[in-house]
């Protein structure tokens, strides 16, 4: 009777300790917000489209085919040929590689320096956090567009070869993008540093480091997220912006920007909008996606936030 | 309040100073520049040329000589117009600003209408709606959306011309003259306003869902009163609020130009005189124009702060 009862108790305890993480919590909820799935699953698909698809294509990138050239949608060629008779379809499948690796490249940057300068401006105060916020202060209230155009044209004057500008494209970037980060990270640490555990670790005497890095930062991962899920967003907006002026990713490299150019060809723009609509709307579609899977992320990680 | 205020106006004449100093610095250390691009000149010439405009000092220096004319509202010359900056500025900056007030007019408008009413009706397919529109207006590259209204309206139905300010060769006067620029105003102010409409519809409605759940209004319910008073009269002020600040953000916007968007279609206004400027390295047009709209920005965040210590007294206790 009594190892009975303390039977019925362990399995109880034991349900309690199975009551889920946060993260599948989250998960949970994220899968019934049916707008927040739909974009996931298009996002993915996105993914393997650009990174995959290129190797199921039976045409080659840059391949010039004068046979071919300006040729509408067709069988052969679904979304059609450019004016050096390259496939489209496959040319925005290898734009797609580099537009959203430079998105995600950018927010990882922007992240990396957004939250190690908000943690150490608002863990240490003073001196330093007057600098740091001073700095982001200056950097926000630059126009963001005109900062990124003089970078590009600094890139042009270097004469920085094609390949190399991609890697220059998301530090510029991120460097547009880290001050609202370190603001947003500067103000979690504010309020987290007042709560009781880390009265806890000042007891036991841990390390600022081991503060910082290990009680800190991880308790902004959920804030984070989201906000690093607009900035791929924003990253590509901007990169693509960039490029479509010609001071991003300059040809022969593809970007989803810079096979817009194409419309700035009244004759292109006029007698062929394959030319110019499939990346468009690639750009559109992807951005939509991101900006409503972080909008259900951030439902989904803060319920009480649910509106 | 005195002493806020007095604390934030000093604070942005540090921002302001730091602003000024680095954009200064940026633009002294880009690489080539108006006389090192021109090719034709000899070396001897171009170092002439480089004494002339005052190049060949260190940087502080020539920064103090450039706050000083500045403040005398001194700001260079265009080396590409040949043209005094301020007087080039204010040539184009008013075009960029007629679309810029229509477009935030309307936007605004759109914004406190259907962010409030999706707000009221909530789950609704009205809200539904609603909010796809704005993820999606969100979303738009805006260099995409004006080709595609361009395209529709400007090639296709014909209606709307595809792009400058007047026709080629228009003489017209008057009355005549501003219908003609309204003409060429329409699909510039659409594309603006749905452009920025998304995420200020958003922050209404949000206010707006806030607001509703205080305890007031349900007392105000509970009151007796109407569903039209409770929510018009007693919500919608409190939900509005917040948003006085944000018009204050909006003070550079009216004089950015929109980058982008004159590019398209051809508007003569200040956003192309920036992107001129970037590609024929004529820098003391674009620094000068960068130092006004930080400046505006700076000037924007103060006021924000201010009237929303005005407004809501919370703040000021900080």
Redesign the interface.
């Known amino acids: 009777m009594e190892t009975q009862s303390l039977l019925v108790k362990q399995q109880n305890s034991k349900t309690i300790v199975k009551s889920p993480s946060l993260w599948k919590q989250t998960y949970l909820r994220l899968k019934k917000n049916k707008?927040a799935m739909v974009s996931l699953f298009f996002l993915m698909f996105m993914f393997l489209l650009s990174f995959i698809g290129p190797y199921f294509s039976p045409y080659i990138l840059d391949r010039t085919d004068v046979a071919n050239m300006n040729q509408p949608p067709s069988a052969s060629h679904w979304l059609g040929t450019d004016n050096y008779g390259r496939d489209i379809l496959t040319r925005l499948m290898m734009a797609g590689q580099i537009s959203l690796t430079i998105g995600i490249a950018a927010m990882f940057l922007s992240i990396l320096i957004g939250s190690l300068l908000g943690a150490i401006s608002g863990f240490y105060r003073g001196i330093v956090d007057l600098v740091i916020m001073?700095l982001a202060?200056?950097l926000?209230?630059?126009?963001g567009?005109?900062?990124l155009?003089?970078m590009?044209?600094?890139l042009s004057?270097?004469k920085v070869p094609a390949e190399y500008r991609l890697y220059l494209i998301m530090i510029m970037l991120s460097f547009v993008g880290w001050p609202g980060l370190a603001r947003l990270v500067r103000g979690q640490i504010l309020s987290l540093k007042e709560q009781p555990f880390m009265q806890a670790t000042e007891v036991l005497g841990l390390s600022d480091r081991r503060k910082i890095f290990h009680h800190l930062i991880p308790n902004t991962v959920p804030i984070l997220l989201v906000v690093a899920t607009l900035n791929v967003?924003g990253s590509i907006?901007s990169e693509?912006?960039l490029s479509?002026?010609g001071?991003g990713v300059v040809p022969p490299t593809p970007s989803w920007?810079n096979m817009?150019d194409a419309?700035n060809n009244f004759m292109d723009?006029?007698k062929r909008?394959w030319l110019?609509?499939p990346p468009?709307?690639a750009?559109?579609l992807t951005?939509?996606s991101i900006?409503?899977l972080g909008?259900g992320l951030r439902d989904a990680l803060d319920p009480k936030l649910r509106? | 309040m005195k002493q806020y205020v007095l604390q934030r106006f000093l604070q942005m004449i540090v921002i302001l100073f730091g602003t000024s100093f680095i954009i200064f610095f940026l633009f002294a250390i880009l690489p080539g520049d108006f006389i090192d691009s021109n090719i034709s000149l000899t070396p001897q010439r171009a170092q002439e040329l480089k004494s002339l405009y005052g190049l060949d000092q260190p940087i502080l220096h020539r920064y103090l000589n450039w706050l000083g004319n500045a403040l005398h509202g001194d700001f260079g010359y265009s080396l590409k117009h040949q043209e005094k900056v301020l007087s080039l500025l204010n040539k184009y900056v008013w075009n960029s600003f007629f679309v810029a007030i229509f477009a935030l007019i309307l936007t605004w408008s759109i914004a406190l209408l259907t962010g409030v009413l999706s707000a009221i009706k909530q789950y609704s397919w009205f809200d539904g709606a609603v909010t796809f529109l704005v993820f999606a207006a969100m979303s738009f590259p805006s260099f995409f959306i004006s080709l595609l209204f361009i395209k529709w309206f400007g090639v296709d139905l014909q209606i709307l011309p595809i792009g400058g300010m007047i026709e080629t060769g228009s003489e017209n006067t008057g009355v005549s003259y501003l219908l003609e620029v309204g003409k060429h105003m329409i699909l510039p102010v659409t594309i603006l306003t749905l452009l920025s409409v998304g995420s200020l519809t958003r922050y209404f409605r949000t206010g707006m869902l806030e607001v509703i759940r205080l305890d007031y209004i349900r007392t105000a319910r509970a009151k007796g009163l109407k569903e039209r008073v409770v929510i018009f009269k007693h919500a919608l002020k409190n939900a509005i609020l917040p948003a006085i600040t944000l018009l204050a953000f909006e003070l550079p916007g009216l004089f950015s130009g929109a980058i982008i968007m004159e590019q398209i279609f051809n508007w003569p206004g200040v956003g192309r005189i920036q992107l001129e400027s970037v590609s024929f390295r004529d820098y003391p047009v674009l620094m000068a124009f960068t130092m006004f709209l930080s400046c505006l920005t700076i000037i924007g965040n103060f006021l924000a702060d201010v009237t929303y210590a005005a407004v809501d007294p919370r703040i000021r206790l900080r």
Do not use: C, H, K, Q
């Open positions: 707008m001073r202060d200056i926000m209230s630059i126009p567009l005109p900062l155009l003089m590009g044209a600094i004057e270097w967003a907006l693509s912006a479509y002026l001071l920007g817009m419309a723009f006029r909008p110019w609509i468009g709307t750009i559109f951005v939509v900006n409503l909008d509106r």
